[in-house]
């Protein structure tokens, strides 16, 4: 009898492991085949696309028909899926530019429609407009509240997509309300991925950043910090609405540190002395300024500049002794200096220096 129910078992996991075997056959034969039929449906469009774009060939009634064909095969996601794979091959090109001109009111009935599916395909449809979006002419208005509706019950993927959309189309209102939609809802979106994002806008990014600022105090902090991120790319200068800000005793400690950073990059030497103070703070109020601070006075060299940052190497917090390590070298002090603020310093200044400079200081 035990011999007998070990049997079982043995003829039950070799069923077990053969049927797995057949599936993953039958899945890789399943996906070759999907493969097929949509590489077949790329060359289909690629066909079709270049026929419509020989402008010694179409006709009015060809651009017709191939306006039909839109509105009726891309409605389907592996339609879309197909045609954006031919499309991405193209962009950048002039007879795409024409052509977009003449089938944008086919993309806006293609928004509506694709408003009613899952968030997936409202995703990708975002996307696809993100990637070519069309010339919109009277209807760009209407373009940008279906794709804003879109972000209503979205997942974060979908919402990203309609911000990369909205900022391809270049429309600053629409990015406004975007922002205001998220504060509204309690949505968070990563500062990181917006300040990214904004820098793709293809508008005037320096009237969207002024136009953000002005109303982005009434948003969460995250949609201030990404704003701050972005202005930081950009050569505007806000020097004094950003330093008014962060002398403000209400201002948090996250977009202090967004405004030191924009100061690293854009250098203003009537700053040097509040950095300074907030270096030599370290250890006595907030930790989190001095890291800040160590890293931008990397960008104002100076004799009080370096006595900051090598009286830093002694702080308690091991990323301030780093930063100021770094900005020491960044400022370009020479080698027998740093030998001399080595023999200097104590052990965790010596760590620092020898860890950041890729050297030991004092060997023969």
Not at 130 to 158: E, W
């Amino acid at each position: 009898m035990r011999t007998l129910n070990i049997n079982y078992i043995i003829y039950f996991y070799m069923f077990i492991c053969l049927t797995l075997l057949f599936f993953n056959i039958a899945y890789i034969f399943y996906m070759k085949i999907r493969q097929f039929v949509q590489d077949d449906r790329s060359r289909r469009w690629k066909t079709e696309l270049e026929r419509v774009w020989n402008k010694e060939e179409r006709t009015d009634r060809m651009l017709r028909q191939h306006r039909r064909m839109l509105r009726r095969k891309l409605k389907r996601t592996d339609q879309l899926i197909a045609y954006n794979n031919v499309m991405e091959r193209y962009l950048g090109e002039g007879i795409v530019s024409d052509y977009l001109k003449d089938c944008y009111d086919d993309f806006l009935v293609l928004a509506a429609e694709y408003g009613t599916r899952s968030a997936m395909e409202k995703a990708f449809f975002a996307y696809v407009i993100s990637l070519y979006h069309p010339y919109m002419g009277t209807f760009r208005k209407q373009m940008v509240n279906i794709l804003l509706k879109y972000m209503d019950n979205a997942t974060v993927y979908c919402r990203e997509n309609v911000l990369h959309a909205l900022y391809s189309i270049g429309d600053a209102v629409a990015v406004e309300h975007a922002f205001a939609f998220l504060d509204n809802k309690g949505l968070y979106h990563s500062s990181k991925l917006i300040s990214d994002g904004l820098m793709t806008y293809r508008g005037d990014k320096e009237e969207l950043a002024w136009r953000l600022w002005r109303n982005c105090h009434m948003w969460n902090e995250s949609l201030v910090i990404a704003v701050i991120q972005f202005v930081t790319q950009l050569e505007a200068d806000f020097s004094a609405e950003f330093f008014r800000e962060l002398q403000r005793e209400g201002t948090s400690i996250e977009q202090r540190f967004a405004y030191i950073r924009y100061f690293q990059r854009h250098v203003k030497p009537e700053l040097k002395g509040f950095l300074i103070n907030c270096l030599e703070q370290c250890d006595r109020t907030n930790n989190y300024l001095a890291i800040a601070a160590s890293t931008a006075l990397g960008s104002y060299p100076g004799d009080d500049t370096r006595q900051a940052l090598e009286q830093a190497l002694r702080s308690r917090n091991w990323y301030v002794r780093k930063n100021s390590a770094l900005s020491l070298i960044h400022i370009g002090i020479p080698e027998t200096d740093l030998e001399r603020i080595y023999g200097r310093s104590d052990r965790y200044g010596k760590e620092i220096l020898e860890y950041v400079a890729g050297k030991q200081f004092g060997a023969s």
